[in-house]
């Protein structure tokens, strides 16, 4: 089955590889785990936060991504998950911050 972002001839289909054609950031209900692209296994209690700005991909799993994207994911229970989502999109307004709500940690 092709990745949401190979699909860009379907109506309704949002990718992050889309600026300005559709959401960025979205919090949504953690899969146990995806496989080429797709949710499996259900889902779990716990919601993450997908964010295209800051380089995530929701076609990953969580244990696919980036210590710094795992962060900025969570996982998170609904009220604190609704709560982080309104804090990063809000960083994302700021001015010098638009692709980067958290400092990158330091190399040294």
Request: proline letters at 11%.
């Amino acid at each position: 089955m092709p990745r949401r972002s190979d699909r860009k001839g379907r109506q309704g289909v949002k990718t992050c590889d889309q600026p300005g054609h559709g959401w960025t950031t979205v919090l949504r209900r953690q899969p146990a785990r995806i496989v080429e692209g797709q949710p499996e296994g259900g889902y779990t209690d716990a919601f993450e936060l997908i964010c295209c700005d800051c380089g995530d991909d929701p076609d990953l799993d969580y244990s696919e991504v980036s210590p710094r994207l795992q962060r900025i994911r969570g996982p998170y229970p609904i009220a604190a998950g609704v709560a982080a989502y309104e804090r990063h999109v809000e960083l994302h307004l700021q001015p010098g911050r638009r692709y980067r709500p958290w400092p990158e940690p330091d190399a040294g």
